[in-house]
């Protein structure tokens, strides 16, 4: 309840401060963008080594070089030499597939820890470790529309997720909602998006202000308890004519648990694309005065940028619930 | 505390001495407008045999000591008056109440002083009343900010605020004192207008550093401004109206000579405008829009021949508001109802009474509440008969409930002491997690504690202005302060101030300065923009409070000339410390975390720099040329890998080019021309992208991760600015008339508000942008002073 009167406070102050900035904006009249030129600085020699890894493929590692902002094209290196390691015991050296992507034929395990070493005579040479967690099951995933609206008469779907928390380790967790709507199992997170965030595991993180498209959180305040996440949503609905209802389209909800390295990269990456410095910002004047100083991406690789991190899925069909 | 008494204990027992000069007889008084009777603040008098002099205080009051038969030549000046002199032998105390006469303007306007008027002060900008209206104005505003951003050691920080960044600090760090009582949010619509209404002002000081140990409680500025307390002679109105802004003031005697009032009306325009447009964008569904008032009234009586009695208020609002009916798509929902208010503002009270309890000596007790306030009511219903309603209350703010007691002593005419102490009961409402409110809708309800925060300051200091000799003063002093936040620690300290002045020649002094100041609030603040929800916070144990220390050494020249050309040149240095920042990436968004969580404290600060003012004070052209040469960093252990890095205002160059002329009393021009190195940004200039996230590739298939080269590493293109106006004066039956007409950027510079990369479409390269604001931006207003 008191995070969800937050919420509204928070929208509350959003939407009066927007209007404030709004005739800031209107008394300037018009605006104007145009090009400016920039000296462009030096570009560090050091290797982006990432592979974001988990059980039910081959675990693939990209290398990379970093490359002057206005150089779009992906800027792989394909004769890096890439040692896999699981539980420190050499596995394997990664084959080049184009594109700085190196594959090998071994699936990653849970609980077993795995380590890459990235050499090129080029640059200095990078190590980066990580390890999948335990896979945690989806215990139940329903929906509901209970009567709820935004702000904008939206109706919204509560969604409601069950799974049992592993006692053992401190866990990491991130919750994704998909729609399978249309020919390709895919996820559309545009479809449905989170509109009201209530769980004080999520909340407690404080990434939700930054607007992530996925929910992550840790297991601090639930440990080796079962966890129930309610999430309101919106998102497009169908006509249901058994019913004679309306229901939302399709959805399925994934559940990983993650490693530390990747929760962090996810906590930071969040607030590194929230404050980066593009023309996003531009349709929200209130963005655009409230912009934070951009911060620096996390990474775990030694002598180098990118992310080594290690994951575990489980996925389930959220079940909705006509009204009677 | 006990400390406390014990530091103030020492002080007086220290000054003692001081006290018991065997002091003789003494010349006083007021020194006054002769058509307003309104008291002139800071004018000289000045004892031409001797060639000692004093400067009136805040009310107009002067005290000259002088032996028994002394013969006495006194002459009193001030900008823009012409002078009066006064000749007697002395044989018993006497109070001389001169009235000065306004000069000709034309040939004799004096504008901005910087070490001018007084001169026994370094670091200090006065604009006197009657010149305020002379100023440059924007968008048809005189405004006193505005006009201190034109001087050296002055920044304004983002385009269209009014925020001033005095010598390197924060827009915090600011002691803003209206009659001697401090306001917190001074910003109008997100900064463009101050909420110091010209009209309603009698002068404004700002001092930049060398402060006197009289002031405390913020780093790097105070914004001494005191309000007018009404003519005693015959009863004036003045009425405005312009694009931005009307008002209307008027002010006259009540009772004969013993008191007077004033009252000042503004209003600003803006909703006139948004009024509309939201109702014509909306086919009439939606009507929105921003406007601010501010009342300004004071009201003096003389009660004796020494004693007098002031009442100032001062009640200012900024309010948006939006107002929405709408029919629901979907017939069950009925209509939409929308009922929303924004309210910000300050509110100030205070009760002076003044008394000359000797020649020597003169009293001044304060009783005094000031408030900030920011309040959002939102209502809104929906649903058949209005079945559903939301109903949100929002308010946060700081009441401050002061008294003090302040004394001016000249106990010979080498010694001028000012001593006092004062308290200050604190009262914060944070504001951000404090609500309350009823969700019937969904049958929520939910009410929050406000979490008030109480605390306790008090300070007392005492500081002595000593002649050592006709070349050489002294102004040494000491502030000291103690304030407890309930709960929690106190914290003590003690300021020394030091000032000292050597005039080489009738043309040439040299000056120094330092002084240490302490603050016990915090803000926290992203956008810099002065909006509502910049958070102020007090100190505590986590965030304990902010300290500086400065030095400053400064040259004046006096050019001999006809136009009274004065080149002043200063250098400084300071440093401050437990300084407070929003962490990395961290933004204003979110009620979901503590502040407490996002900010990064222990900061310190070093700002040096060397300031050059050259102005023409007399004739018909007037004007000054300002520029600063400065280097401001900030260091904080969690910022930037804890890596100095240049402050978000940190500018190289920063020039100021102002003129007026007065081709007669009908018409005068008046121009400003600004220039200064662009505001540091954090920029990438590299980036590289992780892949394979290990989601079908619909789903952001790679972040493009940007790669900084450090905080604030980019340099934003210089921004320069050129602002006209005309003023168009005549005298009609019953008053003057005044048309002031001008232009925002008259040649429409495109300077930097932002720069952000984009895809150009054209050749699909990704490049570096800039938006601009504020192009061309003509104004008009209509004065008319009956």
Redesign the interface.
Known sequence: ??????????T??????K???L????????????????E??S??QVL?V?????PTEPL?V?V?????????L??GIPDANVGLYEDGVFLANLISCGN??YNSSNFPKANKSYSVVVSHPDYPATFAESAIPQKVKIVNANSYFR???S?D?DELLEVTIEFTDTENADNYYEV?LISNYGT??????EYFSIFN?YDPSV?KE?D???RP?TIFFSDALFKGQLKVLNIDITGPTRWNQYYNQWEPNPLNVILRSVSKEYFT?RK??T?????????E??ADPLE??????????YTNIVGG???FAG?N?DIKAVTFNFND | MTKMIRWFVTFCLAALPMLTFCQKLSVYGYVRDSLTKEPLIGANVVNTKKGTGVSTNSYGYYSIPFSEGDSVALAFSFVGYNQSNYSSVIKNNIQINISLIVGNTIDEVQIVGNQSVDKNRMSLVQIPASKIKLMPAILGEVDALRVFQLMPGVGSGKE?TSSIYVRGGGSDQNLFLLDGVPLYNVSH??G?LSVFDTEAINGVKLYKGGFPARFGGRLSSVVDIRMKQGGMGKTNSNLTIGTLSSRFSIEGPIKGDTSSYFLSLRRCN?DL??RA?SLLDSDGTTM???TFYDIYGTFNRKLSEKGRVYFSLYFGRDI?F?RVNQE?Q?ST?GQ?KLR?N?KWGNAMASVRYNRIVSPTLFSNLTIAYSGYAYN?T?K?T?GDRGS?T?E?L?KSGINDFTSKLDFDYNPSSKHKVKFGAAGIFHIFNPGV?D?S?V?S??S?Q?S?DTQNQKAFEANAYIEDEISISRTITLNAGVHTSSYLISGQSSFQSLQPRLFASFAVNQRNSIKASYAEMRQFVHLLS??G?S???DLWIPASADLPPEKSKQVALGYTYNIPSKGNYELNIEAFYKTMNNLIE?K??????????NFK??VESNGTGEVYGIELLLEKTKGKLTGWIGYTWSKNNRLFQG?NKGVSFPFKYDKRHDFSFVLMYNFNNNFRVSGTWVYSTGSP????????????????D???P??D?????G?N??RM?AYHRLDVSFDFQKMLNKGVRTWKVGVYNLYSR?N?????????KKD????????????F?PSISYNYCF
């Open positions: 309840m008191l995070s969800g009167a937050f919420f509204h406070i928070y509350l102050i959003t939407m009066h401060i209007l404030v900035v005739l800031v904006f209107i008394i300037a009249l018009e605006s104007c963008v145009k090009e400016v030129s920039f462009q600085g570009v560090p982006v990432n592979s974001l890894f988990n693939r990209n990379a070089k970093i490359a002057p902002i206005d150089d779009t992906h800027n700085g992507w009567g709820k609206l702000p008469q994704a390709e199992y895919s996820y559309v997170v965030m909340l404080g939700w202000d930054y498209n990269m930071f990456w607030r590194h694309l929230f404050n980066q410095t593009t023309s910002h531009l655009l005065l409230f912009l934070g100083e951009p911060i620096e991406m940028y990118g992310v994951y899925e | 269209g619509i997100g463009f803006v405008f948004t447009f929105g829009g921003y948006v939006a629901l979907n929902q939409f929303t924004i959002t939102f809104s929906w559903n939301s949100l929002f997690a609500y409110g969700l809708q969904s929520n939910a929050g992203l956008s923009a909006l509502p929800a929003y990395e990436g961290t933004t204003f968004f979110g009620g979901n975390q969580e996002k910022i940004i954090t920029l990438a200039q590299n980036h590289y992208t992780i892949s394979g996230l290990g989601y079908p619909n789903y952001q790679n972040y991760v940007h790669f900084y080269n905080r590493n980019f293109p495109q930097p508000f932002f720069l952000f990369y984009n895809i150009d699909s390269k990704l490049k570096l942008y800039q938006l601009s604001l504020f192009p931006l």
